[in-house]
C-alpha cells in the first residue's frame, strides 16, 4: 500500500509540474512536502517513463543542406539534426526524439496510420511521444511479426501505444514477416481472418510510417524462421540490391529487385506502400547511408529526419 501511495504522489507531482504548470515551489506549498522532494519525485516520474521528455529543435537549423538534398531528390520535406554521437544506438535515439517532437507538433487528419512496427527508431519514436493532436480511427501494422518473441511484444506493445496516442483502433498483423515458401502464405492467410483484414486496411493508409533497411541482417533479427536468411540476403546482394524498405529491396536507384521474395512477405505490398498519402521515414548513420538514398531516389519516402552526416552524403555523393 505505501508503495502504491508513493507512485500516487510522484503522478500527482508529474501532472502539476508538466502539465498544470506549476513551479516545484508551489507544488511543495499545496502538497505540504519539501521542494528537494518534489525534485526527486520529477526526476523519478521521468525514469519510470510516467513522464517523456522530448527535445523540441527548431526547424530549419540545418536549412541549406536540407535544401539540397530536398533538390536532388523527389522528396517534399528533410529534417536534419546534430547527432551527438557516432555510437549507432544514441543516433537512434536522437533521430527518434527528432521524429517524435516533429510529430508532436502537427495536426493531421489522417484516418489509417500503417506503422513498421519491427523499425527500432519508429518504436523508440513511439516511446518518446505524448498524446498526438492528430486524430485517427487506425494503427495498421504493416509487416507481420519479425525476430524472436520479445522483439515481438515490443512491436505490439508500440502498436498499441501509438493507437492510444491518437484515439486509435490498433490492427495488429500476428502472422510470421517471411514465410518460407508462397504456398505457405496462401495457407496462413487463408486460415486467418484478421490477418486479411490487416493487410486489406493496408489499401487505405494516409501516413506510412516507413522502416529503412540497409542488405544486411539487422543484429536484432535472427535469419530464417520469420525472416529472410543470410543467403536470401547475399542474393539480393548480387543483384544489385542495396537496401530494403518495408522488405521491398531495392537498388541504389531505387528500383525494385526483379524476381525478388515479395511472394514470401506477409505485409504492406510496393503498390500499397506508393499509394499511401505520406510516406515518412526517420534513418541515419554509416551502414544505412546507401539504403536511404535508394529510398530518396525511387521516391518511396516523402519525409525523412535523419543526422547531418547522412544529409551531407545525400547532398553529394
Not at 529472410?228 to 521491398?248: H, I, K, N, Y
Request: hydrophobic fraction near 45%.
Amino acid at each position: 500500500m505505501a508503495d502504491i501511495d508513493s507512485q500516487r504522489l510522484m503522478i500527482k507531482v508529474a501532472r502539476l509540474y508538466h502539465t498544470h504548470g506549476m513551479r516545484q515551489t508551489e507544488i511543495a506549498e499545496r502538497l505540504r512536502i519539501s521542494q528537494s522532494r518534489v525534485s526527486r519525485l520529477l526526476t523519478q516520474a521521468e525514469e519510470a517513463s510516467i513522464v517523456r521528455t522530448v527535445v523540441a529543435v527548431p526547424q530549419h537549423i540545418h536549412a541549406e543542406l536540407e535544401e539540397r538534398v530536398e533538390k536532388r531528390f523527389p522528396v517534399s520535406e528533410v529534417h536534419v539534426i546534430d547527432a551527438v554521437s557516432d555510437d549507432e544506438a544514441e543516433l537512434n535515439r536522437d533521430l527518434a526524439h527528432a521524429m517524435a517532437a516533429l510529430l508532436g507538433e502537427l495536426v493531421l487528419e489522417t484516418p489509417v496510420i500503417g506503422f513498421t512496427s519491427w523499425s527500432k527508431t519508429l518504436r523508440m519514436t513511439v516511446d518518446a511521444l505524448q498524446p498526438l493532436r492528430t486524430r485517427t480511427q487506425q494503427v495498421v501494422e504493416m509487416l507481420g511479426d519479425l525476430g524472436p518473441p520479445d522483439l515481438q511484444h515490443d512491436a505490439a506493445r508500440s502498436t498499441q501505444r501509438l493507437a492510444s496516442l491518437t484515439g486509435a483502433q490498433p490492427v495488429f498483423l500476428r502472422t510470421p514477416g517471411v514465410v518460407a515458401t508462397p504456398e505457405m502464405k496462401e495457407l496462413l492467410l487463408s486460415r486467418d481472418l484478421h490477418a486479411r483484414q490487416a493487410l486489406e486496411a493496408l489499401n487505405s493508409v494516409d501516413l506510412a510510417l516507413v522502416g529503412i533497411g540497409s542488405c544486411y541482417i539487422d543484429p536484432a533479427l535472427r535469419p530464417g524462421d520469420n525472416f529472410f536468411t543470410e543467403e536470401q540476403f547475399a542474393a539480393m546482394r548480387d543483384r544489385g540490391a542495396v537496401g530494403e524498405v518495408c522488405l521491398q529491396f531495392i537498388d541504389r536507384n531505387g528500383r525494385p529487385i526483379a524476381d525478388g521474395f515479395d511472394d514470401l512477405v506477409i505485409g504492406v505490398t510496393a503498390d500499397q506502400l506508393r499509394a499511401a498519402g505520406r510516406r515518412w521515414a526517420v534513418a541515419g548513420g554509416t551502414r544505412k547511408h546507401e539504403a536511404i538514398r535508394a529510398a530518396l531516389a525511387g521516391g518511396w519516402i516523402d519525409m525523412l529526419v535523419t543526422d547531418a552526416v547522412t544529409a551531407e552524403h545525400l547532398a553529394s555523393g
